[in-house]
């Protein structure tokens, strides 16, 4: 069984910069698409970065463009999320997540339907 762990959330300044976490079990070169999502209590869930294995190109939500770059380290087998300028509304759990299964293409993907593994997420507050 495949197990992703995040860590790195914290409680953070506005304005200031996090780096997230995930540690897969396996080699994270395995899954087909891997990524980042959150969940605040009063929104849906937000696939917010994810990035394919075939080319590397990154998926980005339009609401952090800019501001969040996802990093993949095939031999730590490790996905990372450095979050800079935070904001309020980026306040939620982040989740990491995968699948080993082409279901349709990376950004499709990365609303996290489709996704099979989960980590159980880390905790982000932005507050001064």
């Known amino acids: 069984q495949v197990q992703l762990v995040e860590s790195g959330g914290g409680l953070v300044q506005p304005g200031g910069s996090v780096r997230l976490s995930c540690a897969a079990s396996?080699?994270?070169?395995?899954?087909?698409?891997i990524g980042w999502f959150r969940q605040a209590g009063w929104r849906d869930r937000e696939g917010v970065s994810c990035?394919?294995?075939?080319?590397?190109?990154?998926y980005y939500a339009d609401s952090v463009k800019g501001r969040f770059t996802i990093f993949r380290d095939n031999v730590k087998n490790t996905i990372d999320l450095q979050i800079n300028d935070l904001k309020s509304e980026d306040t939620g759990v982040y989740y990491c997540?995968?699948?080993?299964?082409?279901?349709?293409?990376?950004?499709?993907?990365?609303?996290?339907?489709?996704?099979?593994?989960w980590g159980k997420g880390t905790p982000v507050t932005v507050s001064s």
């Open positions: 997540a995968g699948s080993f299964v082409r279901m349709a293409s990376v950004k499709d993907m990365c609303d996290g339907v489709s996704m099979d593994y």
């Open positions: 396996g080699r994270i070169t395995d899954f087909y698409v």
């Open positions: 990035i394919g294995r075939r080319d590397n190109r990154a």
